[in-house]
């Protein structure tokens, strides 16, 4: 019996632990739907097919779905033109070491001849000299599929680049032909499809104990970080590890909740308040851990980068202070810290001088905080610090939040669960959220999953599209927006540069920056059976979230649009 090269592609898949095949379809795709049928009619464990009804949808399902689950997924887009419209979120996999196995069609390479040829006029003018060159920059490996015999070691390789670290996306290209072929192969062979282990970095005992005596001789030690969080193993052990020394953690531009905001030496979100006086700064899985521009560190301070690849070789440039670079998962540093403590001895009083100097500064934060609560609660329009308060009661032991929107500051949320929260602009490729939302509700069906956007985030979402998709895979979620009527970051960055210019001060006659206050872009769930809500009174706030989680909970989409200031 004859089967298709796709049907054996479809299985290896599945063998290599790939369990979502988040794709948006065209006429390269033909073998892999005959090879779905196929496969489905005799019950063999296949990838499920997740059909995304635009390209940058299908990567952030990916992301999101890693986002929940730590495992890679597989992504697969229509030749040239499906590549191109996934890029700005393969940037975002690229810069936030996403592992994804990226795919797409090759125009058939035969005029005429084989089975799958070309048969439409498109597949000579959608044909490139190199369809690669346009990901080559954001992906570790990249291929193409020249024949059925190298099948399953061509997966296998792209499985193991992607999962190496540090990890991040592959691109390999299949081309209609050989997906076609016939084999007599009806299933991969096990042994050439076994998943690679691949060892995590980490640091040497020796190492880790010259890291201690850093943090003994140390009066103001402090770790900083922001994506510590999607290592499993990590977060276990830095409460551990603070807590046996006290060293302070601020969460930077958090991409994912690291530590419990209500932990003693949680020092909150701006790092700015304790690097003028830090002398030991620990920098663990963070791009950006300060902006040059607004601290200068004492002189006598010292830096250490903790990461896979501490001194993020792929940014162009990158020249923060540093002393020691230490090549490690934030997990293996933690557990080899936290063994050296049984070996190296750490003054006693340091470390309790240490955590109630963290502590008044905490209780001293958290007061400012509240009180800023207290002032802007009844303000209109609604004040994105009252918005993320409210939004952060929402989050119960079974939601997951996806933050796009930037003016959602997560000092307000109060983030006290691991895994509670994702922010995935890596590379600041907006239009993320919905789709990883997607995502993140396939991988974890019981979750309630709650996507925050700003105004135009969400139009960079393809909201129809995003919507659409969700439908089509039972995934609802519920959408808020936050809406200040234009593109906030445009603004704040003019007004940055040009603090006296005259775009300062013009107001909304900026260009290129404000919205029409006549958008109702809630409305777009509406197309596909959800219910939409415009919220403009702080006191209607609560309430509105909470039906639309009801309606998300009974299994149908919900958008939430919330009129709110820009500051």
Known sequence: MHHNVAETY??????????????????????????????????????????????????SMAIGSWMVTGRMQA???????????????????????????????????????????RNLGVHWTQEMFDQAGMVREAVKWEYELRA????????????????????????????????AAKTDVSTPASSKSQKALISPPSLSADTAKDLLRMIGRSKTPLIITSQLGYDRKATS????????????????????????SDHPLHAGYDPYALLGEADLVLVMDCPVPWIPDRVKLTPAAKVVHIGVDPLFSSLPMRSFECDMACYSTAGEALEQLIAALQVVELPVGSVERRKRQIGELNAARRKKAADHLATVKSQK??????????????????????????????????????????????????????????????????????????????????????????????APFLTIIMDNHGWNEVHAATTHVYPRGNAAGANKAEPLTYFSNDLRLERAVEAVGGTSFRVEDPAELRTTLAKGLEIVRGGRQAVVSIVCSST
């Open 148 to 179: 059925a015999v190298q099948l399953e070691d061509v997966v296998r390789r792209a499985v193991q680049v992607a999962n190496a670290y540090p990890k991040g996306p592959v691109y390999l290209t299949l081309p209609r032909e050989v997906l």
């Open 381 to 474: 329009p609604i004040h994105p610090a009252w918005v993320a308060h409210c939004i952060g009661e929402c989050v119960g032991e079974d939601t997951i939040l996806l933050r796009e929107s930037p003016q959602l500051s997560p000092a307000y949320l109060n983030l006290k669960r691991v895994g509670s929260s994702y922010s995935g602009h890596f590379a600041g490729g907006l239009g993320w959220g919905l789709g990883a939302a997607i995502g993140a509700k396939l991988a974890a069906p019981e979750a309630t999953v709650i996507a925050v956007e700003g105004d135009g985030s969400y139009i960079f979402s393809t909201p129809i599209a995003a919507h659409h998709s969700a439908l089509e895979n039972d």
């Open 75 to 117: 992504c697969m887009v229509h030749v040239n033109v499906g590549t191109a419209n996934a890029v700005c979120g393969l940037l975002n996999a690229a810069r936030g070491n996403v592992p994804v196995l990226f795919t797409a069609g090759r125009t058939p390479i035969t005029e005429s001849g084989q089975f799958g040829s």
């Open 237 to 260: 052990l830095l409460s551990e590890f603070i807590d046996a020394t006290g060293v302070a953690v601020v969460e930077v531009s958090p991409s994912c909740v690291s530590l419990s």
């Open 10 to 59: 479809l299985q290896t898949l599945s063998q290599h632990g790939v369990e979502f095949l988040f794709a948006n379809a065209g006429t390269d795709f033909a073998p892999i739907i005959e090879g779905y049928v196929t496969l489905g009619q005799r019950g063999i464990e296949v990838p499920r097919p997740v059909m995304a009804s635009h390209e940058n949808i299908a990567i």
